[in-house]
């Protein structure tokens, strides 16, 4: 696709569940980034992905919290056991190589949890 | 830690006139500071870069400053159009893998 494509756009889940986020970047993009953003807050920094591996996973609030890249192209955020706090929207960007380039941002991945 | 601040209140300007937005930053010495407008219910879309060499960058109605000294943006939208209206927010680069850092934004209204 021409954009950064996130799946499912809305996901209600019932406290305790898991749930799995999916993120298509931009085709050849080899950076991916994931963010969560709650209302009225600018996005949060959760992992950074360059290539198959997770180069930055400081930003993932627990271990509750996992993402994957197999094979360096979709990637899948993971949220185990979720909490009504998880809820918020939950952001993927790719960019062309780390470092100062455009970050481009799929349109989020509502999440609430009930 | 390093602190990002933006404007919370929302910003009203009249149609025609130029829009100005504020973004501080704190403990913190970015290469660079990038600026995007977000949309209800959409991801940030990425507007502009300036370089800390970079004292003014332009692009179209847009123009960026960047005062490394006052730790300080300002992103101005000259004539400014109701289509302006979105929140914008500014971005500042943080560790050796430059994920982003973010301000919350500020919402500016174009008024007819």
């Known amino acids: 696709g021409a954009g950064v494509s996130q799946t499912p756009s809305n996901k209600v889940t019932e406290k305790g569940k898991y749930v799995e986020l999916r993120c298509d970047p931009i085709s050849g993009h080899t950076a991916l980034y994931w963010y969560r953003q709650s209302l009225g807050q600018g996005p949060e920094f959760l992992i950074y992905f360059q290539g198959t591996g997770a180069a930055d996973d400081s930003g993932l609030p627990n271990d509750r919290f996992f993402a994957v890249r197999p094979e360096g192209s979709v990637s899948t955020l993971k949220i185990q056991r979720t909490e009504r706090g998880d809820s918020a929207v939950y952001l993927c960007?790719?960019?062309?190589?780390?470092?100062?380039?455009?970050?481009?941002f799929g349109q989020g991945t509502r999440l609430t949890v009930v | 830690s390093q602190k990002i601040e933006q404007n919370s209140e929302a910003l009203n300007i009249q149609e025609g006139k130029t829009a100005t937005l504020t973004c501080n930053y704190t403990n913190y010495s970015p290469a660079y500071l990038q600026w995007y407008r977000q949309d209800p219910g959409r991801g940030p879309v990425f507007l502009l870069l300036?370089?800390?060499n970079e004292k003014e960058k332009r692009k179209e109605r847009l123009k960026v400053t960047f005062d490394t000294t006052l730790k300080q943006s300002l992103f101005h939208i000259t004539a400014s159009q109701p289509a302006d209206s979105a929140t914008y927010l500014c971005?500042?680069?943080?560790?050796?893998?430059?994920?982003?850092?973010w301000g919350a934004g500020t919402k500016l209204i174009i008024k007819p």
């Open positions: 971005a500042l680069p943080m560790g050796s893998n430059y994920q982003l850092i």
């Open positions: 960007a790719s960019s062309l190589v780390s470092g100062s380039a455009e970050a481009f």
């Open positions: 300036i370089r800390e």
